[in-house]
Antibody, heavy 123, light 112 residues
Framework: QVQLVESGGGVVQPGRSLRLSCAASGFTFSTYGMHWVRQAPGKGLEWVAV????????YYADSVKGRFTISRDNSKNMLYLQMNSLRAEDTAVYYC????????????????WGKGTTVTVSS | DVVMTQTPLSLSVTPGQPASISCKSS???????????LYWYLQKPGQPPQLLIYEASNRFSGVPDRFSGSGSGTDFTLKISRVEAEDVGVYYC?????????FGQGTKVEIK
């Protein structure tokens, strides 16, 4: 059974940093792309970033480019999101989600989502 | 970015009755590989989103057959043949023909 468990959320001041983690189990982690998607309070879904199965390719939403870094450790079945220079508008529930396999497919969809971790950016 | 527009934004349905949600994209979602990169998700209250339909018309594993997706190009529809109480939540369409993947605003479905 595929399971994704996010952690690392919390309350942080504007301009500070936070690192989110996502522990994956129940599937061959190293063969799937992985995404981060966020949802601001009472709002819809916003895609944040995706990383290829081997970690060699990453893509970001313009709203986080240059501030956030997605990475993974396939030896530990872990996905990460390093968030720097946080802003109030980054306040959201952050979900990690399993993507597809293959060089083209990994960016195409998210088929299983974790329960999310909440990030609040406030002074 | 590709803009996804859903209608209606809210829907109140009697159990056992059908429901339909429309999703329109600002450009065609048909890729040169012949696939249409349109997905439907349901976010039940207090839960993360769950995948219902992939590539416009394919039900994801475990999704009841009362859910169906159709459409092509820029116009898509999610249909629930007979709404059940467990179908309440917000439905989102998403495109991934190009990065960034973008979602519709969501359609909130409630039971009368």
């Amino acid at each position: 059974q595929v399971q994704l468990v996010e952690s690392g959320g919390g309350v942080v001041q504007p301009g500070r940093s936070l690192r989110l983690s996502c522990a994956a189990s129940g599937f061959t982690f190293s063969t799937y792309g992985m995404h981060w998607v966020r949802q601001a309070p009472g709002k819809g879904l916003e895609w944040v970033a995706v990383i290829s199965s081997d970690g060699s390719n990453q893509y970001y939403a313009d709203s986080v480019k240059g501030r956030f870094t997605i990475s993974r450790d396939n030896s530990k079945n872990m996905l990460y999101l390093q968030m720097n220079s946080l802003r109030a508008e980054d306040t959201a529930v952050y979900y990690c989600a399993k993507g597809g396999r293959g060089s083209g497919s990994y960016v195409r969809y998210m088929d299983v989502w974790g329960k999310g971790t909440t990030v609040t950016v406030s002074s | 970015d590709v803009v996804m527009t859903q209608t209606p934004l809210s829907l109140s349905v009697t159990p056992g009755q059908p429901a339909s949600i429309s999703c329109k994209s600002s450009q065609s979602l048909l890729y040169r590989d012949g696939k249409t990169y349109l997905y439907w998700y349901l976010q039940k209250p207090g839960q993360p989103p769950q995948l219902l339909i992939y590539e416009a018309s394919n039900r994801f594993s475990g999704v009841p057959d009362r859910f169906s997706g159709s459409g092509s190009g820029t116009d898509f529809t999610l249909k629930i043949s007979r709404v059940e109480a467990e179908d309440v939540g917000v439905y989102y369409c998403m495109q991934s023909i190009q990065l960034p993947p973008t979602f519709g605003q969501g359609t909130k479905v409630e039971i009368k």
